[in-house]
């Protein structure tokens, strides 16, 4: 399978990271990044697999790392 996605920022495209996920061990995917500013984002995770194809949406928050 192979798997990515993108962290969007809402507030506009300039800030969106598009990431690729490894392969760490069979079914466990990982990947390292850092996002460029705190708030609100949003995620689009797409997986697929030969013919098949699923994607998963999510919101989140980042925090600056001081507790706000």
Not at 4 to 30: I, K, Q
Not at 46 to 52: K, L, N, P, S
Request: hydrophobic share 40%.
């Amino acid at each position: 399978a192979t798997a990515s996605g993108r962290f969007l920022r809402p507030s506009g495209s300039v800030l969106d990271v598009p990431f690729t996920l490894a392969e760490r061990e069979p079914g466990v995917y990982e990947a390292a990044l850092t996002l460029p500013a705190v708030g609100a984002w949003n995620l689009v995770l797409q997986v697929r697999q030969g013919e098949e194809w699923h994607e998963v949406s999510a919101n989140t928050a980042v925090g600056d790392g001081r507790g706000q």
